[in-house]
């Protein structure tokens, strides 16, 4: 089982960009799900995360105000809303889901039941 993560792209600092993350083999509604990051040199860390079902976000603090996390049942999607772009904020980005019914959002990032490739994002200043 793979999730797929798309939307990145080139970007110049300011700008805006949505990612999705999708599942063909799983309903996302039953999974915590988190956007993570990593970029050259750095280890990866966690960006957003959405409880399951209708659950409730956290992001870390040096996006909050400027990336939004979502969930489209009906699409089976999640999407990252990044506005505000920083030249920091370049990384590959990835999701990642967790099983679990609790709507306050768990994401950690060592225990996660499933990956997607993840998705290049560079923003320019």
């Known amino acids: 089982v793979q999730l797929q993560a798309s939307g990145g792209g080139l970007v110049q600092a300011g700008g805006s960009l949505r990612l999705s993350c999708s599942a063909s083999?799983?309903?996302?509604?039953?999974?915590?799900i988190g956007w993570f990051r990593q970029a050259p040199g750095k280890e990866r860390e966690g960006v957003s995360c959405?409880?399951?079902?209708?659950?409730?976000?956290n992001h870390v603090d040096s996006v909050k105000g400027r990336f939004t996390i979502s969930r489209d049942n009906a699409k089976n999607t999640v999407f990252l809303q990044m506005n505000g772009l920083r030249p920091e904020d370049t990384a590959v980005y990835y999701c990642?889901?967790?099983?679990?019914?609790?709507?306050?959002?768990?994401?950690?990032?060592?225990?996660?039941?499933?990956w997607g490739k993840g998705t290049q994002v560079t923003v320019s200043s």
């Open positions: 083999e799983l309903t996302l509604d039953y999974y915590h």
């Open positions: 959405i409880g399951s079902n209708a659950g409730s976000t």
């Open positions: 990642a889901a967790k099983a679990g019914l609790y709507s306050d959002p768990r994401c950690p990032l060592y225990d996660m039941d499933y």
